[in-house]
């Protein structure tokens, strides 16, 4: 894991200087087509933005952790619901998103670029796995129990009414869900080899295949599985291509 310091010295959040107990770590996603943690940065690190401080983003292009505000310092990242507010709780963290999609309102959006999304989701999930582990391990938390994402935090009733970052998951058929989260968190904790989300959606897996070389006729693939959705076929797919990634 990459984390490189970029406080937000200048951002109202960092200068109110308030302090927590962290009991917990929230994931977000960006909400935009912006990869590039750097951006977020610039915008974040002026004394005239009062909108939001969170104490990481993760670069959608690298990877790489910018950690923004100090782990144990009040960040402004859920809000509040009729709980509470997240904030005097948890870090939170924020999934850069790929510039190949584009939102149609809400939380719904199309995608240009599906293989660089995917990659970049990708990128991005594994590095907060990693991430995340690091800081269970620093402040004593259970993954179990401990992570959450934003809109579960909502339903918690102590975050805003958001979708992310499970939206982008499902947006672009993953197959990650905050539950195989936790468990690759936990994993990566007890030095096993995170554990690969297995894709469900033709699409990803006909993509992945050819992306590998394994399969030349991509479209025929994705046809021939439509054609009988439960198949043999898909079933071979599915399970070679996890068996495969989780032997990379
Ligand atoms: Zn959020």
Partial sequence: MNIVQSIVTNNPCYKAGRKIAVKG?????????QPSAQVFINTFNKASYTAACVHAFIDGNTGTVYQTLPWNHRGWHGGSGKNGSCNNTHIGVEICEPAGI?????????????????????????????????????YGLDPATDIISHCEGNKKGIATAHSDP????????????MGSFRRDVKAN????????????????????LNHRGIVDDKQGLIDAVRTEPNGRLYWLARKTL??????D
């Fill in 166 to 177: 499970e939206h982008l998951w499902n947006g672009l058929g993953t197959g990650y869900t």
């Fill in 189 to 208: 904790m007890a030095g096993e080899k995170a554990k690969i989300a297995e894709y469900t959606d033709i699409e990803s897996i006909a993509w992945d």
């Fill in 102 to 138: 584009k939102y149609a309102g809400g939380a719904t959006f199309t995608v240009t670029d599906r293989a660089a999304a995917l990659a970049s989701v990708r990128r991005t999930y594994n590095a907060a796995v990693e991430l995340f582990a690091f800081l269970c391990k620093l």
């Fill in 25 to 33: 770590l929230m994931l977000h996603s960006v909400g935009c087509a």
């Fill in 242 to 247: 996890h068996y495969i990634r989780q032997r």
